[in-house]
C-alpha cells in the first residue's frame, strides 16, 4: 500500500475520543446550530458549497485568529497543510457522522483554495478560501 493509502486508512480511524475532541476544538469557535444547520443543507451528495458553509457555520464572519484555529483543527495530521485526504473527510471535523465529501467535492474545494498549485491547502490559502 502506497502511502496515501496508509495515510488514509489512519485518518479513517480516528478514534471517538479523537473526534469528541475535534468537536470541542470548534466549541469555542462556532455555534453547534450553526454547524448542524450547514450539515443539514449539505447531506446530499454533490450538494456542497464552500462558501455557503463557511457563512452558514459563520467562520466567514470569525477573526483571523478564529480562522487559523479552525485550519488547525482541520489539518489533523499537524503537518501545517490541509490535503486531500483531509479535504474529503472535511465534514467530518464538524461532526463525526457527517458524510465524506465526493471525489469531485474535494477535487473543487481542493482547486478553490490551492492557489500556489502545490496540491495542498496552506493556513493563508485557507483563510482566503474562508473569505472568499
Known amino acids: ?9 489512519s485518518l479513517e480511524q480516528l478514534s471517538a475520543q479523537r473526534k469528541e475532541k475535534i468537536k470541542m476544538a470548534f466549541a469555542g469557535i462556532l455555534k453547534d446550530a450553526d454547524v448542524a444547520a450547514a450539515l443539514k443543507e449539505c447531506a446530499a451528495a454533490d450538494s456542497f458549497n464552500y462558501k455557503s458553509f463557511f457563512a452558514k457555520v459563520g467562520l466567514t464572519a470569525k477573526s483571523p485568529d478564529d480562522i487559523k484555529k479552525a485550519f488547525y483543527v482541520i489539518d489533523q495530521d499537524k503537518s501545517g497543510f490541509i490535503e486531500e485526504d483531509e479535504l474529503k473527510l472535511f465534514l467530518q471535523t464538524f461532526s463525526a457522522g457527517a458524510r465524506a465529501l465526493t471525489d469531485a467535492e474535494t477535487k473543487a ?3 478553490a483554495g490551492d492557489a500556489d498549485g502545490d496540491g495542498m491547502i496552506g493556513v493563508d490559502e485557507f483563510a482566503l478560501l474562508v473569505k472568499a
Open 1 to 9: 500500500m502506497g502511502p496515501l493509502g496508509s495515510r488514509r486508512t
Open 109 to 111: 474545494f481542493l482547486k
